[in-house]
């Protein structure tokens, strides 16, 4: 399942970033609360997750996104919308 596989990748690129286990990391992980993140760590969030993934990710998306979980669902949902072309 695309989504198992996302959500392993974005663990191991949140334990690299933040300096966290990835065991430490659940879907309900909250990126600021959690982890710490400011807005410099989300840009560099978001760049790190385009070149995982080769997506390009609005910069707007990214306002509705506080836990892994969101992560998760919208490049799942990226990814499913390009093998869907």
């Given at each position: 399942?695309?989504?198992?596989k996302?959500?392993?990748?974005?663990?191991?690129?949140?334990?690299?970033?933040?300096?966290v286990?990835?065991?430490?990391?659940?879907l309900?992980?909250?990126?600021v609360?959690?982890?710490?993140?400011d807005s410099?760590?989300?840009?560099?969030?978001?760049?790190?997750i385009e070149?995982?993934?080769?997506?390009?990710?609005?910069?707007?998306s990214?306002?509705?996104?506080?836990?892994?979980g969101?992560i998760?669902?919208?490049?799942?949902?990226?990814?499913?919308?390009?093998?869907?072309?």
């Amino acid at each position: 399942m695309i989504s198992e596989k996302v959500f392993e990748k974005v663990k191991s690129i949140l334990s690299e970033q933040f300096d966290v286990e990835e065991d430490n990391i659940t879907l309900e992980t909250e990126l600021v609360k959690n982890l710490g993140a400011d807005s410099l760590d989300i840009a560099d969030l978001i760049v790190t997750i385009e070149n995982e993934f080769d997506l390009e990710i609005k910069d707007y998306s990214m306002n509705d996104i506080h836990i892994v979980g969101d992560i998760v669902d919208y490049v799942s949902d990226l990814l499913n919308n390009d093998f869907d072309k």
